[in-house]
């Protein structure tokens, strides 16, 4: 996908918990915090796994973010998906 | 001052923090008309997402109240862009400053379970018109309980009781309201649908406890999945 549309959407998605993959295989979740032109801020979370509509997450969480959080350049990203949250 | 579930939801901005969440709240309202001279109430509005959702469909009057000031303020932000007539304030469902018979609808999106039913439901009574409507999205018990079980969940999400169907319907009825209708909600999200997808306004640092209530509440909301349900509760003055 074009670095454009890339930026766009993270746009788009600012404000959602959303599960990015990288071209490297690694997955990232968290709140999409802030774009740039070269990265996309995800507040980290680990919860959030798709079970039968629901988000649940497993064994807490593995990094914790500061400021704008985790950097992730825009040109790495291969998919991004919304991560469905339940809440009462 | 411990911290609760309430502001976890409140710190991580969660918008549309009900079973459903937005997508089910649209569903509820689809075939409502509120018109200009109606006043509807969103109960423990949170961030604002019905309230403005409600301002933004129909032309009624909007009034929205909150218990937790984080709420209101980030509610607050959401709603003055929309510049409708839309009242938001701190207030305690269990005690309005509404007067009696002054309210067409109240919505209570999972807000009553977080209160006493014996004294919020009387009171949202009180501030609705003769033939106003309650709508309620709220927790029931869908299978006993242990003890043990049960003072985890009550005690982790700050709730002083878990009502069956039955014990909802009970307090309903000694309020005085008439039971239109329960429902058993659908509750599939669409993962694609942005719109519908859950929102948070989060602070601008967000304490690690709250990362902990969060990582709790999804794995006790998972081990207790069987036992807890969600029903809405239409009811009518």
């Known amino acids: 996908m074009a670095k454009e549309n890339m930026y766009q959407m993270c746009n788009r998605h600012r404000g959602k918990a959303v599960m990015i993959r990288t071209k490297d295989g690694k997955e990232h979740r968290g709140i999409i915090q802030h774009v740039d032109n070269r990265q996309v801020y995800l507040q980290p979370m680990n919860g959030g796994r798709n079970l039968g509509g629901f988000g649940y997450g497993y064994g807490g969480y593995g990094y914790r973010g500061r400021g704008f959080g985790l950097g992730i350049a825009l040109g790495a990203i291969a998919t991004l998906a919304i991560v469905p949250f339940f809440f009462w | ?237």
């Open chain 2, 1 to 237: 001052m411990e911290k609760t579930y309430l502001d976890c939801l409140a710190a991580f901005g969660i918008g549309g923090a009900h079973p459903g969440g937005l997508q089910l709240t649209k569903k509820l309202l689809a075939n409502e008309r509120f018109d200009e001279n109606m006043v509807v109430l969103d109960a423990g509005c949170g961030t604002g997402q019905t309230a403005a959702y409600l301002a933004n469909e129909f032309d009624c009057q909007v009034l929205a109240v909150d218990l937790n000031p984080l709420m209101v303020e980030k509610a607050t932000e959401r709603l003055v862009n929309l510049q409708k007539d839309i009242c938001i304030e701190v207030a305690d469902v269990q005690s309005l400053s509404y007067e009696e018979g002054s309210i067409d609808v109240i919505l209570s999106e999972s807000v009553i379970s977080f209160t006493n039913p014996t004294i919020s439901i009387p009171e949202m009574t009180r501030v609705l018109k003769n033939n106003g409507k309650l709508f309620a999205i709220e927790m029931v018990l869908e299978q006993p309980l242990s003890a043990d079980g049960r003072k985890e969940i009550t005690e982790f999400y700050g709730m002083d009781q878990i009502w069956s169907v039955n014990e909802w319907m009970r307090a309903f009825l000694a309020a005085g309201l008439t039971i239109q209708s329960i429902e058993v909600p659908e509750l599939e999200t669409d993962n694609d649908d942005i719109e519908t997808a859950t929102d948070f306004s989060l602070s601008e640092s967000i304490d690690e406890t709250f990362h902990d209530i969060l990582s709790r509440h999804v794995v006790l909301t998972e081990n207790y999945k069987d036992q807890l349900g969600v029903r809405i509760f239409k009811c009518t003055k």
